[in-house]
């Protein structure tokens, strides 16, 4: 199979991984917390307290975090103009992430008080307030959170990075724009309080070492010969 794409071209078939990714990273996570709960998993707060105090709360980061998924499914369809091999690597190593993340999540459950950080009290009138409160009561509701460590939010952002990074296929402005949002999104985390600290560290390490490992060893040719049937349509 030929390692060259030509230039800025995105495969329409890059969707079907897109979707792929997106619904692995929902049923990893709404999956692993069932079943801590349901074997009865001691829970923890991987809260380090000199530093997850000192990181306030600033809603306007809702509105990055929001799209957060967007973000997720676009990034593998634009990385469909890499090379097939770094491609095809990329998205084992995504997959990779995604099922060790969720082994992480059911057998270390990862806990937050809601109430005891502050999400409830000195609330804001401003719009990015009301839509970040709006969001933990409708849409992530319940004072305690759960699936903490390591953040799908951060794994899922610095693995989309990483996928474009120094990729000269992809064009500079893209990848420009992808580094940003992921970092938004990573710092989005903290600042709305959906994580602390050291789940947003394990998340980027945790993206780090499947990305690597996925280059390094081309898990990617687990996939080629199907990408290949693909390769032809545009």
Request: charged share 10%.
């Amino acid at each position: 199979m030929s390692n060259t794409n030509t230039k800025n071209k995105i495969y329409l078939f890059s969707i079907i991984p897109g979707l792929i990714l997106i619904l692995m990273h929902v049923l990893c996570f709404k999956v692993s917390i069932p079943l801590s709960q349901r074997f009865a998993i001691i829970s923890y707060i991987p809260k380090i307290p000199a530093i997850d105090d000192l990181i306030p709360i600033v809603p306007v980061f809702i509105t990055v975090y929001f799209f957060a998924y967007l973000f997720w499914f676009i990034c593998p369809i634009l990385n469909s103009q890499a090379p097939r091999q770094r491609y095809a690597d990329y998205l084992i190593g995504f997959a990779v992430a995604y099922l060790v993340g969720g082994v992480i999540l059911s057998l270390f459950p990862a806990t937050m008080d809601r109430a005891a950080e502050g999400l409830y009290s000195n609330v804001g009138t401003d719009i990015f307030s009301r839509w970040h409160q709006w969001f933990i009561t409708d849409m992530d509701p319940g004072e305690m959170a759960h699936g903490l460590l390591p953040s799908f939010h951060t794994m899922s952002s610095v693995f989309c990075y990483l996928g474009v990074a120094r990729c000269k296929e992809i064009p500079l402005g893209t990848r420009i724009f992808i580094g940003l949002y992921a970092l938004s999104v990573v710092l989005s985390t903290l600042f709305l309080k959906q994580h602390y600290i050291m789940d947003m560290l394990s998340g980027a390490t945790l993206a780090i070492v499947c990305y690597l490992l996925a280059r390094k060893f081309h898990w990617g040719n687990l996939i080629t010969p199907i990408l290949k049937k693909f390769d032809h349509q545009g």
